[in-house]
T-cell receptor, first 115, second 112 residues
């Protein structure tokens, strides 16, 4: 079974630009979450989608947005990039339903550098 | 608010020595607890998880963790460190919304 796939793996942008990151979850997983990882703040929750609906959102500004498609693939977008947005963005998928343990399966991440 | 505390941002051990990485959680109800490992430039890989079935949980690569409710702890151990264990380790707690709350991470260094 293929794992979580994130594209692109690396990208460089300049301040003020916008970026879109893509995530394909494990087949059968309907929940997709996004996390930002930085040396200073660690792993911070961005948002979680299930069946094309955002169910949970972290404490990030409105420049950070996401969506999920009917095939469970997800994208996240960051507009008006700032230097502080430089980070590893991790996508994770999970099974849904009572009795599941909330275990997340992570992709390898998209490393964004903002110059 | 729920939180996860990992004591020690860096832990250094000799190859063959015991590995002990500490994690304390905060939850008033039995939580789901996880340990993840991250190698450089990679995502997080699940080492093990606690789901209330047993207090001593065995994971991959010889790691295990013991859930102690009285101490709100879920420390990760491995009897004998290997060079390949050098990585960053994250303890995490699941909440009711399927979101994971991560600790700040512990970087394990293994000396030859």
């Amino acid at each position: 079974k293929a794992g979580v796939t994130q594209t692109p793996r690396y990208l460089i942008k300049t301040r003020g630009q916008q970026v879109t990151l893509s995530c394909s979850p494990i087949s059968g997983h309907r929940s997709v979450s996004w996390y930002q990882q930085t040396p200073g703040q660690g792993l911070q929750f961005l948002f979680e989608y299930f069946s094309e609906t955002q169910r949970n959102k972290g404490n990030f500004p409105g420049r950070f947005s996401g969506r999920q498609f009917s095939n469970s693939r997800s994208e996240m977008n960051v507009s008006t990039l700032e230097l502080g947005d430089s980070a590893l963005y991790l996508c994770a998928s999970s099974l849904e339903g009572r009795g599941t343990t909330g275990e997340l399966f992570f992709g390898e991440g998209s490393r964004l550098t903002v110059l | 608010a729920q939180s996860v505390t990992q004591l020690g941002s860096h832990v250094s051990v000799s190859e063959g020595a015991l590995v002990l990485l500490r994690c304390n959680y905060s939850s008033s109800v039995p939580p789901y607890l996880f340990w993840y490992v991250q190698y450089p430039n990679q995502g997080l890989q699940l080492l093990l998880k606690y789901t209330s079935a047993a207090t001593l949980v065995k994971g991959i690569n010889g790691f295990e963790a013991e859930f102690k409710k009285s101490e709100t702890s879920f420390h990760l151990t491995k009897p004998s460190a290997h060079m390949s264990d050098a990585a960053e380790y994250f303890c995490a707690q699941g909440d009711s919304s399927y979101k994971l709350i991560f600790g700040s991470g512990t970087r394990l260094l293994v000396r030859p």
